[in-house]
């Protein structure tokens, strides 16, 4: 079991009923996608599933994921150790993790690149797989994982809503 500021895994953790409310409602609209044998996804997603942004993101790569060529795994579920994904729980939740389907694992600003070219985002993914835009956009993406949390506290919820609204 991994506990860290950032949050744990394989952990209960006692909560009130108003801070499950709003990850009861997300757990019940953000399924975990399944695959099968024969339908492979080229990126598998690694990502904080109690964090409200990290859901928030998920939400919409899930909305534009006709496809099926992403796939979503919540660190945060019990088990997740377990199953063979050979991530540790720790590393996963210090940066979003990503696994193609030849096995290259990716962590950071590459997770996002490739997710966003396969959720056809051009652009986005454009941006963010320019060498030359690493210096900045690593460590700055490092940041904002460490404080994610804090940050989702105060934003997180909002823009939950935002994308369950708009972008379905």
Known sequence: MYQSKLGSCDQFCPITLW???PYAA?????PMQTTTASTTPELTLYYDGKCPLCLAEVEFLQSRNAQGQLAF???????????GHNISCEAAMAQIHG??????????????????????LPV?????SRRWLMPVL???????????????????PSVLKFSKRFLR
């Open 26 to 30: 997300v757990l019940a609209y953000v």
């Open 19 to 21: 801070q499950a409310l």
């Open 138 to 156: 690593q460590p700055a993406y490092v940041l904002f994982a460490k404080h994610r949390q804090a940050l989702s506290k105060r934003i997180g």
């Open 124 to 128: 986005l993914a454009w941006l963010l």
């Open 99 to 120: 696994r193609t389907a030849d096995g290259q694992v990716l962590v950071g600003v590459p997770v996002f690149a490739t997710a966003y070219r396969l959720a056809k």
């Open 73 to 83: 795994v919540d660190v945060t579920q019990t088990g997740f150790e377990a199953a």
